[in-house]
């Protein structure tokens, strides 16, 4: 079984910063891909960065300069760093990773965390 548990939402200020963490859990063989998207109230899911196990990156052009995704790979966890926060991020913040275990490659979602940004 795996897991993903993310951390560190929580209410922001208007040019404010958070750092919300996703570490994974369970029969891991090898994570490839980790990223993090994102739910506002009655949209849709949309993507927000990726990190290649290598650690190569891709960003909405929302956050571009705004946003910096990392990991490590030894804790199997993946963070974003959120600066110049506005009120158009908050929303939901779900991480997502890519993991092969002994059943196969599949893809894992986190239960989400909330970031609110206040004007």
């Known amino acids: 079984q795996v897991q993903l548990v993310e951390s560190g939402g929580g209410l922001v200020q208007a040019g404010g910063s958070l750092r919300l963490s996703c570490a994974a859990s369970?029969?891991?063989?090898?994570?490839?891909?980790m990223g993090w998207y994102r739910q506002a109230p009655g949209m849709q899911r949309e993507y927000v960065a990726v990190i290649s196990r290598g650690g190569s990156t891709k960003y909405a052009d929302s956050v571009k300069g705004r946003f910096t995704i990392s990991r490590d790979n030894a804790k199997n966890t993946v963070y974003l760093q959120m600066n110049s926060l506005k009120p158009e991020d908050t929303a939901v913040y779900y991480c997502?990773?890519?993991?092969?275990?002994?059943?196969?490659?599949?893809?894992?979602w986190g239960q989400g965390t909330q970031v609110t940004v206040s004007s």
């Open positions: 997502n990773a890519d993991i092969r275990n002994i059943s196969g490659l599949r893809d894992y």
């Open positions: 369970g029969s891991i063989l090898r994570i490839n891909d």
